[in-house]
């Protein structure tokens, strides 16, 4: 005796499309009422799209914030730490006499012709 495996060959039974699961059953409803449903339902999905899109806007920016703050934090400690040495080699200089108050170099006119 032998078993046949897999599908039998033979007309199968219509096959009814399986509704989703966002889509309530609409099929006792007038044409025209399934036109104005159906209406709600694309502009709600469009709405949600939407604040998704600006729902991830919302997180880029605040990413880009935090990177930002980090970036100007690692700025900021820089610029201190050139400003301490700069004060330091200022004073180092006034100890030693190297430095000037006034610069050296004097103005020059410039005639245009």
Same mark, same amino acid.
Request: hydrophobic residues 35%; contains cysteine; aromatic residues 4%.
């Given at each position: 005796?032998?078993?046949?495996?897999?599908?039998?060959?033979?007309?199968?039974?219509?096959?009814?499309?399986?509704?989703?699961?966002?889509m309530p059953d609409l099929s006792h409803l007038t044409e025209e009422?399934?036109?104005?449903?159906?209406? $709600?339902?694309? @502009? /709600?999905?469009?709405?949600?799209?939407?604040?998704?899109?600006?729902?991830?806007t919302y997180i880029v920016m605040a990413d880009f914030k935090t990177?930002?703050?980090?970036?100007?934090?690692?700025?900021?400690?820089?610029?201190?730490?050139?400003?301490?040495?700069? $004060?330091?080699? @200022? /004073?180092t200089a006034e100890i030693t006499g190297l430095w000037r108050s006034?610069?050296?170099?004097?103005?020059?006119?410039?005639?245009?012709?």
């Amino acid at each position: 005796m032998s078993a046949s495996v897999g599908p039998q060959s033979g007309p199968r039974p219509p096959t009814v499309p399986v509704p989703m699961p966002d889509m309530p059953d609409l099929s006792h409803l007038t044409e025209e009422e399934r036109k104005i449903i159906m209406a $709600v339902m694309v @502009r /709600q999905r469009e709405e949600e799209d939407k604040e998704e899109a600006m729902l991830k806007t919302y997180i880029v920016m605040a990413d880009f914030k935090t990177l930002l703050q980090e970036a100007s934090e690692r700025y900021d400690s820089s610029v201190s730490d050139h400003d301490s040495d700069c $004060v330091s080699n @200022r /004073q180092t200089a006034e100890i030693t006499g190297l430095w000037r108050s006034k610069p050296l170099i004097r103005h020059r006119r410039i005639i245009t012709l």
